[in-house]
């Protein structure tokens, strides 16, 4: 799962950075001729932002192996399914090759993340857990003598 989660982000980083340094990539890749008017490219741009921030975000995660990659990846399911939602619901609004790319692409990295962030579970070395309720009068090896004095 550790390598599924790296390649994800690091995926997702690149097509982040792709983005934001040439927005114009949207026309082909998802919403057409749209994506040559500015309030698209400052859109497409944002989305850049977005994917890098959770790639990166995510492979910092991944190398701690604590469990901390969980959240990053559950992320990137979630605003892969609303992107895939979100291409769905504009239907022919869009080129129908780029809407069935970001309709395959969107549906398969939003499962692919949510299956890392699962299959990555917690912490490795997790914290042993006590069970019932403490004896606050339990002896913990505290001296009851004064220690020190001559």
């Not at 790319?101 to 962030?117: K, N, Q």
């Amino acid at each position: 799962m550790r390598i599924l989660a790296v390649l994800i982000s690091l995926g997702r980083s690149l097509f982040g950075v792709a983005f934001i340094a040439k927005p114009t990539l949207m026309e082909r890749a998802w919403i057409g001729k749209q994506a040559r008017l500015p309030g698209a490219q400052l859109l497409a741009r944002a989305v850049g932002a977005r994917d890098l921030v959770l790639g990166l975000g995510g492979l910092q995660a991944v190398t701690r192996e604590d469990g901390s990659a969980r959240p990053w990846l559950a992320a990137a399911a979630i605003c892969d399914a609303v992107d895939f939602g979100a291409t769905w619901a504009a239907g022919r609004g869009i080129p129908r090759q780029a809407r069935s790319g970001v309709l395959a692409i969107a549906g398969v990295f939003s499962l692919l993340s949510a299956v890392a962030a699962v299959g990555l579970g917690g912490s490795r070395h997790p914290e042993p857990v006590a069970s019932g309720p403490r004896d606050l009068t339990e002896d913990r090896g505290v001296p009851t003598e004064p220690v020190g004095t001559a």
